[in-house]
C-alpha cells in the first residue's frame, strides 16, 4: 500500500504523515523537498548542460550539490533546498529551475508529471502532499486552468496509476482560516515575526490568477483556498471514488 496525504495548509498533513510513519516503521515517508519518484516541490529540473552550469557557477559547494543530485531521463533533479550554504542567493537562483509557478509550458509540465507517475514502480510510500497540493495551485494560479481542465489532467494522472495500490487521505479544513493562523503562529521566529504567511500571501497576490481577477489579500487567498479544496475534494468523487479516504480536521 502506499499513502497520498493530501490537504489544506494547516489541516494536519505533517501530523498525519508522521502518526503513520511511527505505526509503519517500514515504511517510507517523502517530505517537500526529498527526492521523490512523484513529487518535485522545492527541487530544480535542469538539463545536463544547465546542471554543469550550475556546477561551475557554485564550485565552492559542488560536492554538496553532487550529494543531492539524481539523474532521471537524461536530466537532473537537484533538491537544493537540502543544501546547507551561506553563499548569498543560491536558493533563490535554483528555484528558478522548479517546474511550478508557470517555469513551464502547460505542456512540459503535464508531460513531466505524467512521465514521473507513470514510471512510479515502489511501494511502502508515504507522501505529503504529492498529488494535489502543488499541481492544483500550480494549475489554477499560475496557468489559469479552469475546474474542468484540471479535473480531466487528474483523470490522466488515474489512468497512469492504473494497476497500482494506493490510497489518498485527505484532511479536510473546516475552519480554514483558524488552521491559516495556527501555522502563521509556528512558521514564526523566536521574535514572533511571521516567515511564511507573508511569503504566502505575496506569492498568491502576485499570481497570474489574481492578477487576471484583480483580486489580493487575506480574504482573497482565503477565498482561493476554499475553492482549491472544493475542487480537490471533487477530484476525490470523480476521479478517485475508490482511492480516497475523507478525514476531518476542526
Known sequence: ?????????????????????????????????????????????????TYSAIIERYHDIEKEIKEKSHEEDGNMIICFTQILTDIPGFHKDLEQYEIYNNRLSREDFRNIILKRFSRWDTDGNIFECSIFQNIVEDMMLFQNASDGEIIDFYKEIRNVLDGRDYRIL???????????????KERSDDQGNELWYPLMLGFFNESPYAKKHGVSGEEAMLSHFGHRQELELKICREVFPDRHELRRRG
Not at 494547516?10 to 523537498?33: F, I, Q
Open 1 to 49: 500500500m502506499n499513502y497520498f496525504v493530501e490537504g489544506l495548509q494547516g489541516s494536519g498533513k505533517s501530523t498525519l504523515v508522521k502518526k503513520l510513519s511511527d505505526e509503519h516503521p517500514e515504511m517510507h515517508a517523502y517530505h517537500e523537498g526529498d527526492y521523490s519518484p512523484v513529487e518535485l516541490a522545492w527541487c530544480a529540473y535542469v538539463s545536463k548542460a
Open 170 to 184: 485527505y484532511l479536510l479544513s473546516e475552519d480554514i482560516r483558524a488552521n491559516i493562523n495556527v501555522i502563521r
